[in-house]
C-alpha cells in the first residue's frame, strides 16, 4: 500500500534486465535473460531503499542466443510458457545492511510453484534524467536451485555428470521511475 510517507516507482522495461546463468556439460555456463520485465518498486520519503518491491517478467522473452534452446526452454520441459506465461516475485520484508546493501526476503513463483528466497541488494545510483524526471537503480542477485521449482529435465552425459547443472544464479539490473497518477 502507497501512502503520503511512500513514494511508488515503476521499473522501466527499457532499462531493466534479469540475466541467469547455469552450467553446461558441467564445464562451462550458458547465460542467457529476460527481455520483458516489469513491476512496482515502493520507496519511503527519507530513502531509497525499498520498503516493497514486485515484479512481474514475461516467460516467453527468454533469450539464450540459441533459438533452438530457447524454444526448448518455453516447452513444457522447463518453463512451459503456454501454461506459465509469467514468472513473478513479491517481497515479504526488506532488511537494510548499511547505506547501500540491503536484501529483500520474498516468494519467487515459476511455472506456479511458489518457493522462498532471499535477494542480496543494491543501489546503482539516483539522479534526474535529461527531463528531469527521478530515476533509481538497483542490482541484486540470487542463486537458486532449478529443482525447487520442478525444473528437472536433464540429460546424463556418457562420460559421467549431467548437461545442466542444478544451480541458477540470477542478476537483475532495474531502474525505476516515479509512478504517474492513475498507472
Do not use: C
Amino acid at each position: 500500500m502507497v501512502t503520503e510517507s511512500l513514494r511508488a516507482y515503476s521499473i522501466d522495461p527499457t532499462h531493466s534486465d534479469v540475466q541467469f546463468s547455469v552450467r553446461h556439460l558441467m564445464i562451462s555456463k550458458v547465460r542467457g535473460h529476460f527481455k520483458t520485465v516489469a513491476g512496482l518498486i515502493v520507496l519511503p520519503l527519507e530513502s531509497i531503499i525499498p520498503t516493497s518491491v514486485n515484479v512481474t517478467i514475461d516467460a516467453s522473452t527468454i533469450e539464450t542466443r540459441d533459438p533452438q534452446r530457447d524454444a526448448h526452454l518455453k516447452s513444457a520441459d522447463f518453463l512451459d510458457v503456454e501454461k506459465f506465461p509469467s514468472l513473478r516475485f513479491a517481497s515479504e520484508a526488506v532488511r537494510a545492511i548499511d547505506a547501500q546493501d540491503f536484501e529483500v526476503d520474498g516468494t519467487l513463483e515459476i511455472r506456479g510453484s511458489q518457493r522462498p528466497v532471499t535477494l542480496k541488494a543494491s543501489i546503482d545510483g539516483s539522479g534526474k534524467d535529461p527531463w528531469g524526471n527521478d530515476r533509481v537503480a538497483y542490482e541484486a542477485t540470487v542463486k537458486i536451485s532449478r529443482k525447487d521449482w520442478g525444473l528437472t529435465y536433464n540429460q546424463v552425459l556418457e562420460a559421467g555428470g549431467v548437461a545442466i547443472g542444478d544451480e541458477i544464479d540470477i542478476l537483475i539490473n532495474v531502474e525505476a521511475i516515479p509512478r504517474t497518477a492513475g498507472a
